[in-house]
């Protein structure tokens, strides 16, 4: 483990930035929609029904009627009108899965407003609830529409379960807010990850992981590691970077890296520079494959464990921020392996550079992943500029 000891010793520095140059895609994305899907939720236009009621819908809290004089599509929407910020109103319809994997659920819907009041929050918005067959929850995931007097407009949430899904409740939410709303065309479907594909940070990405010379990070204990760079804001594929300095022309960026040694942990620093002068929205991802046979053991917390069979496993918190709306509870994250010599591997964050980050393992990939989202502006303090460290380090 990490002593106590705060002396560095800089074991490579890279100065300037020109060097290597990535060309093809280390991993190459794969749009959702590209991806065979299967409709799970019933009547989503309210159309089939009664004059109060439509099938496979119900009230939450106060509840809703239905308005024939106002639709998005078809003969009919759904209404709820608050005239007290204390009152719950709206639609909602429980999807019973029983996923035998985790199965990626996207959520949409419509909805119009007249002179709803406060901001844009989850008091008004599509959100959903989620039960894990294992009986954990996911709660609150959700996109808010906007506030004020709109006509229809479409919001969108994409769910990357950490574990198979038992069943959701999808509601058109209204609550905290006054005025008038209108809910139609809501979708819940449940997307098929085909032979091959995989999620990376809860982006669909296809197989193989394609690593070329001269994108290796050594490391202290022999491993090695490599920097993932993904454009967010265009849905890009993720690039290896070059290092310890180089190019990246399909993304526009500049990047160079350096590592320290600290005690037992290797510590290694990603800058990236945009060169276009635009504003930026990227993900920088320190891969760590542990390339071993063998089980491995995923620990959420000091307390409880899991075998890592497949997929992704992190313990994260939902925000209103970044590539996916996840953080990290621990600036750590580890798993373990069993036998004659018990071996432990840790990924770790600086706690004295706030970033937004995710920590986890990939058990496609059998590796542990630091995942950044950062934002580069020209008129930042440092422009068109940011950096990222990560920490990686064995225990026994």
Same mark, same amino acid.
């Given at each position: ?34 991806? #065979? ?6 009547? $989503? ?28 599509? $078809? ?61 954990? #929850? ?30 959701? =409740? ?44 001269? =994108? ?5 204990? $022999? ?25 990246? #022309? ?67 918190? =939902? ?78």
């Amino acid at each position: 483990m990490m002593g106590p000891r705060e002396w560095w010793l800089v074991v490579s520095l890279a100065v300037g930035w020109q060097t290597g140059e990535a060309q093809e895609p280390a991993l190459r994305t794969v749009r959702s929609e590209a991806l #065979p899907r299967l409709e799970r939720l019933v009547n $989503g236009g309210f159309e089939e029904g009664t004059a109060t009621e439509a099938r496979g819908w119900s009230d939450w809290r106060l509840g809703h009627t239905y308005d024939t004089a106002v639709a998005r599509s $078809g003969r009919r929407s759904a209404k709820c009108v608050a005239t007290d910020p204390e009152q719950q109103r709206g639609p909602m319809q429980r999807i019973v899965l029983k996923q035998k994997r985790p199965q990626v659920v996207i959520a949409s819907a419509w909805s119009r407003a007249e002179g709803v009041s406060g901001g844009a929050d989850s008091g008004y918005s599509l959100y959903l609830d989620i039960i894990y067959t294992d009986g954990t #929850p996911l709660w609150g995931q959700h996109a808010p529409f906007s506030t004020g007097t709109h006509d229809w407009e479409r919001r969108e949430v994409v769910v990357v379960p950490e574990k198979p899904i038992e069943h959701l =409740t999808v509601y058109g939410l209204f609550r905290g807010h006054t005025g008038t709303v209108w809910f139609d065309d809501f979708s819940l479907v449940e997307v098929q990850l085909e032979e091959g594909v995989e999620t990376l940070d809860d982006v669909p990405v296809l197989r193989p992981l394609r690593l070329p010379e001269g =994108t290796t990070v050594p490391l202290a204990d $022999g491993t090695y590691g490599h920097w993932l760079v993904r454009d967010v804001a265009t849905e890009g594929d993720f690039y290896a970077v070059p290092w310890p300095k180089g190019v990246i #022309p399909a993304l526009h960026l500049e990047v160079r890296g350096h590592r320290e040694q600290r005690d037992e942990a290797t510590e290694v620093t990603l800058e990236v520079r945009d060169t276009t002068g635009r504003d930026r929205a990227l993900t920088l991802l320190f891969l760590w494959p542990l390339g071993e046979e063998g089980v491995w053991r995923w620990w959420q917390d000091v307390r409880r464990s899991e075998v890592a069979e497949r997929g992704e496993h992190r313990f994260t918190a =939902t925000c209103n921020a970044g590539s996916n709306g996840r953080i990290s509870y621990y600036p750590l994250a580890c798993v373990t392996r069993g036998g004659p010599q018990p071996q432990g591997y840790c990924i770790a964050v600086r706690m004295d550079r706030p970033r937004l980050y995710r920590l986890a393992y990939h058990a496609g990939f059998r590796a542990l992943y630091a995942a950044f989202d950062v934002g580069l502006a020209p008129d930042a303090k440092r422009p068109s500029t940011a950096d990222v460290t990560a920490l990686a380090y064995r225990f026994a």
